[in-house]
């Protein structure tokens, strides 16, 4: 899939070990944009990776001759990658780098590198799993548009769009320790920040959520724990499950 090409798999490793921001995974594979821009290129068309765009909007002046912020003038918007295979990704992220090693039969640095980056790892996979629940959800108002959302000054794991115009906005914990009702209050100020306009806020946790939280009786908040993800096995073949679904 990749010709066995240096630069794509740098830029792969690269961006599954960053924040998925192509300027970032550039200069992580310390690499141009000028070349660095077409080999994504290459790999968006072999379908190894999908594109996620930024909804950031340049800075505007008030006036022509007004001066930005030194912070507001160097920021660099940029889209994300997302790959079309959690596989793919743990691929490039733990194995690629290492595979001389791995060749012969040196485990010890795949071991040291996987324990430190496993959760930043399976975050991601519960992210993506968070928004086909909400998919699946929300049949009844369809989504019609979603992705994670991020700017210069927050960032929002999911913000989607339902087909009769309600936004939801929602945020994925993938820890150990019961979500609690500071959470919902971080998220509702990380819209104001964002200037967004939320109907609905959904919460997922993995451990589940405080009393203080359940108890709540918001018509706008939905929370989902780890047992609600069993609705999305359900609509799968083992097919499915093992050669990877696809969303038509």
Request: proline content about 4%; charged content about 30%; glycine content about 4%.
């Amino acid at each position: 899939m990749t010709l066995g090409d240096t630069l794509n798999h740098n830029i792969l490793s690269a961006l599954a070990l960053g924040d998925r921001r192509t300027h970032s995974a550039f200069k992580r594979a310390h690499i141009s944009e000028h070349a660095g821009i077409p080999a994504l290129e290459y790999l968006y068309r072999t379908g190894i990776i999908t594109i996620e765009p930024s909804r950031e909007k340049p800075p505007t002046k008030a006036y022509p001759s007004q001066k930005l912020k030194k912070e507001v003038e160097k920021h660099q918007i940029s889209d994300k990658v997302n790959f079309m295979s959690p596989f793919i990704r743990f691929w490039f992220s733990f194995i690629a780098p290492l595979h001389r090693g791995i060749e012969r039969g040196e485990y010890e640095e795949f071991t040291q590198r996987y324990m430190a980056r496993e959760h930043g790892f399976s975050s991601l996979v519960f992210e993506k799993l968070s928004i086909e629940l909400l998919r699946h959800t929300s049949k009844d108002d369809p989504i019609v548009e979603v992705s994670s959302y991020w700017d210069r000054n927050v960032e929002i794991d999911i913000l989607a769009k339902t087909a009769s115009g309600k936004v939801i906005v929602g945020e994925c914990k993938y820890t150990n320790t019961k979500v609690n009702r500071s959470e919902l209050s971080k998220l509702v100020e990380k819209c104001t920040r964002g200037n967004i306009k939320a109907d609905h806020y959904v919460l997922f946790s993995k451990r589940g959520f405080s009393n203080e939280l359940t108890s709540l009786k918001e018509r706008t908040l939905s929370l989902y724990a780890l047992e609600d993800f069993t609705v999305i096995l359900e609509e799968l073949s083992t097919k499915d499950i093992i050669e990877g679904y696809e969303k038509p």
